[in-house]
Antibody, heavy 119, light 107 residues
Framework: EVQLVDSGGGLVQPGGSLRLSCAASGFMFSSYWMSWVRQAPGKGLEWVANIKQDGSETDYVDSVKGRFTISRDNAKNSLYLQMNNLRAEDTAVYYC????????????WGQGTLVTVSS | DIQMTQSPSSVSASVGDRVAITCRASQTIGYYLNWYQQKPGKAPKLLIYAAYSLQRGVPSRFSGSGSGTGFTLTITNLQPEDFATYYCQQSFFSPPKFGQGTKVEIK
């Protein structure tokens, strides 16, 4: 059974940093693109970042470029999101998701981890 | 940047009803359109991919149609567990973009 377990969220002050993790199991993690998607309180879904199977390619939504870094450790079946210089508008539930297929669909999701940026 | 527009923003319906949600893309995207269901406090769940393909394990009362710029998610014989928010997502252009969501509420 495919499982994605998100962790690392919490309360952080503006300008601070946080590292999110996603532990994957039940599938060959190293064979899939992976993503982070976020959802601000009461709002819709926003894609944040993607990373290729071997980590050689990454992509980000414009609003986080230069502040967030997506990475992975295939030996540990883990996905990460390093978030620096956090802003109030980064407050959201962050989901890791498997990004699959020619249709580029998010076919499995973690349960989400809440990041709150506030002083 | 491509824009994804869903309508209606919310719909009230009864158990057993047929509900149709539309999604319009500001540029043509072929069949690169996916649909998700999200219940309060839960992660989204993939329902339909490539405009009309049913994700494994999803009930057949969910169906998708359309291509190009106009797409529809149809739920026939609405069940109590179907009351949720539904999102479309285009995957033709980068970045992937979601619609704003349609909330299906109990009448």
């Amino acid at each position: 059974e495919v499982q994605l377990v998100d962790s690392g969220g919490g309360l952080v002050q503006p300008g601070g940093s946080l590292r999110l993790s996603c532990a994957a199991s039940g599938f060959m993690f190293s064979s899939y693109w992976m993503s982070w998607v976020r959802q601000a309180p009461g709002k819709g879904l926003e894609w944040v970042a993607n990373i290729k199977q071997d980590g050689s390619e990454t992509d980000y939504v414009d609003s986080v470029k230069g502040r967030f870094t997506i990475s992975r450790d295939n030996a540990k079946n883990s996905l990460y999101l390093q978030m620096n210089n956090l802003r109030a508008e980064d407050t959201a539930v962050y989901y890791c998701a498997r990004y699959f297929g020619a249709e580029r669909r998010f076919d499995y999701w973690g349960q989400g981890t809440l990041v709150t940026v506030s002083s | 940047d491509i824009q994804m527009t869903q309508s209606p923003s919310s719909v009230s319906a009864s158990v057993g009803d047929r509900v149709a949600i539309t999604c319009r893309a500001s540029q043509t995207i072929g069949y690169y359109l996916n649909w998700y269901q999200q219940k309060p406090g839960k992660a989204p769940k993939l329902l339909i991919y490539a405009a009309y393909s049913l994700q494994r394990g999803v009930p057949s009362r969910f169906s998708g149609s359309g291509s190009g710029t106009g797409f529809t998610l149809t739920i026939t014989n609405l069940q109590p567990e179907d009351f949720a928010t539904y999102y479309c997502q285009q995957s033709f252009f980068s970045p992937p973009k979601f619609g704003q969501g349609t909330k299906v509420e109990i009448k």
